[in-house]
T-cell receptor, first 112, second 113 residues
């Protein structure tokens, strides 16, 4: 079982719709969770971080964390074609010396 | 500088050659990470520095790969006897402490012919 799992996509949504991106993780002791956006040919850039159960909103982005279910999601409201990118989930785990684990990413396509 | 910088941005080399990739982290960031990313994959961890020492090098694929950070700031990733399979984007990230948010540099695109 991979430590951080994401559906590779592509996830296609029409412009203006809500895009929902999901991530599950295996280390129940994980405390910190991050969503990065990566445009093709560019490096990852941080969108959101979340540490507590529940929702965290920042503009059109909402991160949701459910530690009991070991699940973190990212919602993008009013999706725009400029949101088309790969979204990487990263988890700060409790095991090992190096603790950041990245998922393989979900490719999002917002159709104009 | 304001962000993480990496040089060169692109490197083309021949199989068997030696290459060095440089990373200049955000000023004051104590933690520095090297990743390798292949097309369609997430960043693959290579090595993590806390200060000058390599706190975890378990991601280095073999002994052809080595990284240093002699003064706790700039880091160099060194690849000996390059192979075609080493072709990838090499990303560097830094953070303020290990639990801090990681900020990525623009990456070095390595192509081994």
């Amino acid at each position: 079982q991979k430590e951080v799992e994401q559906n590779s996509g592509p996830l296609s949504v029409p412009e203006g719709a809500i895009a929902s991106l999901n991530c599950t993780y295996s280390d129940r002791g994980s405390q910190s969770f991050f969503w990065y956006r990566q445009y093709s040919g560019k490096s990852p850039e941080l969108i959101m971080s979340i540490y507590s159960n529940g929702d965290k909103e920042d503009g059109r982005f909402t991160a949701q964390l459910n530690k009991a279910s070991q699940y973190v999601s990212l919602l993008i409201r009013d999706s725009q074609p400029s949101d088309s990118a790969t979204y990487l989930c990263a988890v700060y785990t409790t095991s090992g010396t190096y603790k950041y684990i990245f998922g393989t990413g979900t490719r999002l396509k917002v159709l104009a | 500088g304001a962000g993480v910088s990496q040089t060169p941005s692109n490197k083309v080399t021949e199989k068997g050659k030696y290459v060095e990739l440089r990373c200049d982290p955000i000023s004051g960031h104590t933690a520095l990470y090297w990743y390798r990313q292949s097309l369609g994959q997430g960043p693959e961890f290579l090595i993590y520095f806390q200060g000058t020492g390599a706190a975890d090098d378990s991601g280095l694929p073999n002994d052809r790969f080595f990284a240093v950070r002699p003064e706790g700031s700039v880091s160099t990733l060194k690849i000996q006897r390059t192979e075609r399979g080493d072709s990838a984007v090499y990303l560097c990230a830094s953070s303020f402490g290990q639990e801090g948010t990681q900020y990525f540099g623009p990456g070095t695109r390595l192509l081994v012919l």
